[in-house]
């Protein structure tokens, strides 16, 4: 028994050191583990778990994680120490001579840091790999003291061009990265010599230089070319033909001019991926050329300027490649017949396809649909499709996230099934088509009931201008809905309880719709609401408590119901900077609840029966830009602390019962003339945009080819801020930025008296101006020659006299211009410039005036009582010419302005998504 348990002891014992001995021989050097626990030491503040497998067992460290051993000598050949150091609590700067002891190590990933510097001499000869992107490095290593590297990847830090001198010395250098850094100026000539260079990338520098493009050219064995997001410009030169090994050349975001040399696609052959969107090139593409290219999978030409031409159909036979991203917005595409690529009836692999603003023609590509069942993104808007979107048979879409057929001319009925064929649609736009809700004889929305049960992943569901009817659904299933529309469609009914289960949205538009009956008072528990759009409704009554619990609302309105009589006293509207109750039933004093509101911007509060004095406290407003109080009976004078409210641009007070003066310290208010920041920006549309889809290096290291980094970047393009204000005898309607460029003060239909203070004509920058139907007397004050943006301005039906200042000749934007029905005298403006345009019935009712256009001619005693503008003298026999250019100038601002009126707020733009294709290769694997 004894002896037996002797000699298991013994064979357990000597099991245990031939392992232990076993061990010593294949384990890692001393001297490197020792290192790598320096190392590790050094790095104070590392995330939780990411090292503690280092040393915490003994033995071989080429067991430990993030550690590769060369299989047969045991040296430390590899280490990743990506995303150790937590970068939250310190920055971390490391010592170099660290990493001596690892003579052998080929290669070295030190990535997403926040490395911000590398002291001493990194002295690797072996070392084939360095991997350090996402890092704030302001300096790099000593490139010559890294004679092996092959690959060098500097994306994401600070590098700026003068570091770059170095790269002279890494004659082997195969894969340079470095995106995302402050390179300027011109640093391709360096990079020209590195003659085994495969794999190039520059993209989201500052980078110029075009000229030296060509030393490019010589890189023959380069694979993959990107220069994207810089400022580049002249033209693309012809011998980039030479890069005949050239698979990726993406050259997207940059001032490229010029034709494409036809040459270049003819060429390179090997092309998988090519960019050339966001330039502005000219001339004409055949897709057809590239129809042999049979390894092509990403063709992206969109945003180039009108003068490049596509042409796909010439000639017609089938290409060989499968395409998987197609980006063809917004280019000149088959003119004149504008048809929709037959090309594409070929193709079933693609994942993204945007042919959106292209005005095609003809049916709705359904078929696209039918035959790429891996789509992701599908985006047609903004063309002139037409038909029935036909979606009876296609088969599911497991892969689609954004739809959008908006704004073309696609009618028909949406299937019920519609989120069984999208299970996880996150936005959906079909708005400005004529989609009805034919399922349900016209009784509900039953078909958006079916979506709302169905397609339960939307996040943004875009439906407006169509003609859906019926009422609005009573259950949903959206929970993770962010945006909501269903503006003008024919919605009638109450807002249903239970019509929405989204507690996180942010934005609900239901308006011109035909709603009646209360808000109801669970509006409350979306509590994340910042926008929401309900007017041009039939809603009545009172505005429920439940709407005090929305305290993130930035943006309502409520126009064109009959909301009254008030606003709850317990309203929180510290966020609230557009506030929209135009047209509805409240009566009473402005209420005191918005004197909190002081981000306000816009405050519409027009056509309701308020009364009682304007109180002074809306002084407190500071942020005001817009105050539009017109057609209620507010009453009693004009507090001078509107003159406070400096930013205002656009002010309307007119058709109240206000008495007494027009305070001369309105010229405190600034009225346009000096535009104040930006400080408003506000949005939360929520609208995925696909913007961007970046290539990654490297890859030819695996034999992988990927494209990935699909950017959805989220805008909040699609909201608005509409404002009316009558000018030039009409009201016309001014959206977003307009408030940057109009700006106007409207006291008409009151019972204003005594003088123009002439500090009004200190309002510069003011277009429009308008006392008409007032009880002012006294003269037209001569300052008004001083309103030298002026466009619109209504003095008439007052009892103004004296004579017109003849200086207000020099106001070149004039274009509206009425004194009549007043008791003026002396001579009418000379007919020059914008005055030559002027009729009589700008004059008409003074019965004192005299000249043309009205027919009473003066006395010459009269003529001689007008001083003549001595600026103006010289050029008094002013030709039909100038007076023809003035006008024009004139209707030049108008169609400037008519165009402003559709810009959108386009300002807020932010990432929220991070979208992969393909195959994601996260750090390198080399070796
Ligand atoms: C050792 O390395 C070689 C090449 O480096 C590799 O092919 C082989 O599979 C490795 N052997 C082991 C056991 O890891
Ligand atoms: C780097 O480490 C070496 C060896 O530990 C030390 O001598 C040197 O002072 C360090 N350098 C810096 C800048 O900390
Ligand atoms: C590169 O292209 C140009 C013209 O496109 C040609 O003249 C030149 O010989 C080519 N160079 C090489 C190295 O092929
Ligand atoms: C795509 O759909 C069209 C129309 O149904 C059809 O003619 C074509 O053959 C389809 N193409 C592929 C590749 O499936
Ligand atoms: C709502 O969606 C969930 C899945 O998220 C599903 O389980 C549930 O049955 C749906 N409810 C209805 C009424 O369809
Ligand atoms: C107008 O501005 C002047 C100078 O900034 C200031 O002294 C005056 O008090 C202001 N008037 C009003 C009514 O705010």
Not at 355 to 363: A, E, I, Q, R
Not at 654 to 682: A, K, Q, W
Not at 808 to 814: A, P, S
Request: hydrophobic content about 40%; overall charge negative; glycine content about 6%.
């Amino acid at each position: 028994m004894e002896v037996s348990s002797d000699l298991y002891l013994v064979v357990l014992y000597g099991t245990f050191l031939s392992l232990l001995l076993g061990y010593g021989s294949l384990g890692c050097l001393e001297e490197e583990k020792v290192g790598l626990l320096q190392l590790k030491a050094s790095i104070k503040h590392q995330y939780d778990t990411a090292l503690s497998s280092w040393g915490r067992e003994v033995g071989d460290c080429c067991r430990w994680k993030y550690v590769t051993c060369d299989n047969k000598t045991n040296r430390v050949i590899r280490f990743s120490l990506r995303s150790i150091s937590n970068f939250e609590l310190e920055e971390w700067s490391l010592n170099a001579s660290l990493l001596l002891p690892f003579q052998q190590l080929q290669n070295l990933d030190l990535s997403n840091n926040c490395l911000t510097g590398i002291q001493g001499l990194l002295r690797l000869k072996k070392l084939r790999v360095l991997n350090v992107r996402g890092n704030e490095l302001t300096t790099i290593p000593i490139l010559s003291a890294l004679p092996s590297l092959k690959v060098l990847d500097l994306r994401g830090n600070d590098i700026n061009s003068s570091q770059l001198q170095g790269l002279k010395y890494l004659s082997r250098l195969e894969v340079l990265n470095l995106q995302l850094n402050r390179l300027m100026g011109d640093i391709l000539p360096i990079i020209g010599t590195l003659g085994y260079l495969k794999s190039l990338s520059l993209g989201y520098n500052n980078l110029n230089g075009s000229s030296s493009i060509e030393g490019l050219c010589k890189l023959i064995n380069l694979e993959e070319l990107d220069l994207s997001h810089n400022r580049f410009e002249g033209s693309l030169p012809a011998c980039l033909n030479n890069l005949t090994s050239l698979r990726l050349l993406d050259l997207s975001e940059n001032d490229f001019h010029g034709t494409i040399p036809s040459s270049l696609f003819s060429n390179l052959k090997s092309l998988e991926y090519i960019s050339l969107s966001d330039n502005h090139f000219e001339g004409s593409i055949y897709f057809g050329s590239l129809f042999n290219h049979s390894r092509l999978e990403v063709f992206d030409l969109t945003n180039n300027n009108k003068y490049l031409k596509v042409e796909t159909e010439n000639p017609t036979s089938s290409p060989q490649f499968q395409l998987k991203i197609l980006r063809l917005s917004n280019c000149t595409l088959n003119l004149p017949s504008r048809i929709v690529p037959s090309f594409l009836l070929s193709q079933y692999d693609l994942r993204v396809v945007d042919l959106s603003y292209n005005h095609m023609t003809g049916d709705v590509p359904t078929w696209l649909l039918v035959n790429n069942t891996k789509l992701e993104y599908i985006r047609l808007e903004s063309n002139n499709l037409t038909g029935v979107l036909a979606l009876g048979s296609i088969s599911i879409h497991n892969h689609m996230l954004e739809l959008d057929f908006s704004s073309n001319c696609i009618h028909g009925e949406l299937p019920p099934f519609f989120g069984s064929i999208f299970p996880i649609l996150a936005v959906l736009n079909l708005s400005g088509n004529a989609f009805q809700d034919l399922s349900n004889n016209n009784l509900s929305g039953q078909l958006l009931e079916h979506m709302m049960m169905g397609c339960i992943s939307l996040e943004v569901l875009k439906l407006s201008n169509n003609s859906l009817h019926g009422t609005l659904p009573t259950k949903s299933n959206l929970t993770l809905l962010s945006s909501l529309y269903l503006d003008n469609n024919n919605f009638w009914g109450e807002i249903s309880r239970g019509f929405l289960n989204s507690s996180s949205l942010i934005l609900l538009d239901i308006s011109s719709n035909s709603l009646w009956g209360q808000i109801p008072d669970w509006i409350g528990d979306f509590s994340s609401l910042i926008t929401l759009r309900l007017s041009s409704n039939y809603l009545n009554g009172a505005l429920p408590t439940g709407f005090c619990k929305l305290n993130e609302l930035s943006f309502l309105d409520l126009s064109h119901n009959k909301i009254g009589p008030t606003i709850p006293p317990c309203a929180n509207l510290t966020n609230m900077k557009f506030l929209h109750l135009e047209s509805n039933n409240l009566t009473g004093p402005i209420p005191h609840v918005l004197a909190q509101a002081t981000s306000l911007v816009t405050l519409n509060l027009r056509d309701s029966k308020l009364s009682s004095p304007i109180p002074p406290w809306l002084s407190l407003l500071s942020k005001l830009r817009v105050l539009l109080l017109k057609g209620n009976q507010l009453e009693d004078l004009i507090p001078l602390q509107l003159c406070q409210l400096k930013s205002i641009s656009i002010l309307d007070l007119s058709y109240n019962h206000l008495s007494g003066i027009i305070p001369p310290c309105l010229d405190n208010i600034t009225f346009g003339r000096e535009v104040p920041l930006m400080d408003y920006t506000f949005s939360v549309d929520g609208y995925g945009t696909w913007v961007h889809a970046s290539p990654q290096s490297y890859s030819f290291e695996n034999q992988l080819f990927v494209y990935q980094e699909l950017f959805i970047t989220f805008t909040a393009s699609a909201e608005r801020e509409e404002i009316e204000f009558i000018t030039k005898s009409r009201s016309e309607s001014y959206m977003g930025n307009i408030l940057y460029f109009m700006s106007g003060l409207d006291l008409s239909g009151n019972q204003l008296i005594g003088l123009i203070p002439p500090e009004i004509g200190n309002l510069s920058g003011i277009h429009t101006l308008n006392l008409s139907y007032n009880k002012l007397t006294g003269s037209i004050p001569q300052t008004f020659s001083n309103l030298k943006e002026i466009e619109s301005l209504d003095l008439s039906h007052n009892g103004l006299t004296g004579q017109i200042p003849p200086q207000m000749v020099g106001l070149n934007f004039l274009t509206v211009f009425t004194v009549a029905h007043n008791n003026l005298s002396g001579k009418t403006p000379e007919r020059k410039f914008q005055f030559a345009t002027f009729e009589q019935s700008s004059y008409e009712g003074n019965p004192l005036l005299c000249g043309l256009p009205l027919e009473r001619s003066c006395t010459p005693t009269n003529a001689l009582t007008v001083v003549k503008p001595p600026v103006l003298n010289n050029r008094e026999n002013s030709s039909w010419e100038a007076i023809f250019l003035w006008s024009f100038g004139g209707s030049y601002g108008v169609a400037f302005l008519g165009i402003v009126v559709f810009l959108y707020f386009n300002s807020y733009y932010r990432e929220l998504l991070f979208y992969f294709i393909g195959k994601h290769v996260p750090f390198l694997q080399l070796g």
